[in-house]
């Protein structure tokens, strides 16, 4: 494989690289806030209801199977922000909602996986099965999180035998 040359300083090229203003094409900081603003809320609760804003755009970018928010509206006159509000029948409790959603945003799969463990160990199965099926009914694209729930079940399945009589 080929060095890639240097630009000859002088040249017409150096010239038009060394006065285009690249911060022109960079996302600011205040963008970037307007692009992760919440844009649909999402309800749990066969009681109490629990409400949590997120961004439909960061939930889709992980799970092929989210639901497409709808519009969200904005006056601009008063300044307030009308987001619809979805329930999902994947997310079966508001942990594992959370735990997706700690995931989505932050990144951390060490946090996922220690909360996948985080349980007692007796309801620590219905836990991961419940995680396991979100990432399913969402088709939720990333490796890493089927391998975090693998593991999980494993290490349960493994404490269960060693707790056995």
């Known amino acids: 494989m080929k060095k890639p040359r240097p630009i000859p300083y002088g040249s017409k ?3 038009y690289v060394s006065d285009y203003n690249f911060a022109q094409i960079s996302t600011s900081a205040l963008q ?3 692009l992760l603003r919440p844009t649909m809320l999402v309800a749990f609760g066969p009681g109490e209801l629990q409400i949590y804003p997120v961004n ?5 970018v992980y799970c092929a199977n989210f639901p497409r928010s709808r519009t969200t509206s904005i006056e601009p006159d008063s300044g307030s922000t ?5 329930r999902i029948a ?3 409790s508001v942990p594992v909602f959370e735990s997706l959603m700690e995931y ?10 220690a909360r996948l463990l985080s349980p007692p160990l007796n309801e620590r199965k219905v836990f991961i099965r ?10 939720v694209v990333d490796q890493y999180l089927y391998v975090a ?4 079940w494993e290490d349960c399945l493994m404490q269960f035998q060693c707790y056995e009589p």
Not at 56 to 60: D, G, V, W
Request: a negative charge; hydrophobic letters at 55%.
């Open 130 to 139: 419940c995680f396991w099926r979100a990432l399913f009914e969402l088709e």
């Open 90 to 92: 994947a997310f079966q």
């Open 82 to 86: 009308t987001l619809p509000l979805e």
């Open 32 to 34: 970037m806030e307007t």
């Open 104 to 113: 989505f945003y932050g990144g951390d799969i060490h946090l996922v996986y």
């Open 149 to 152: 729930a693998c593991v999980a």
């Open 56 to 60: 439909h755009l960061i939930f889709a």
């Open 13 to 15: 090229a150096f010239k």
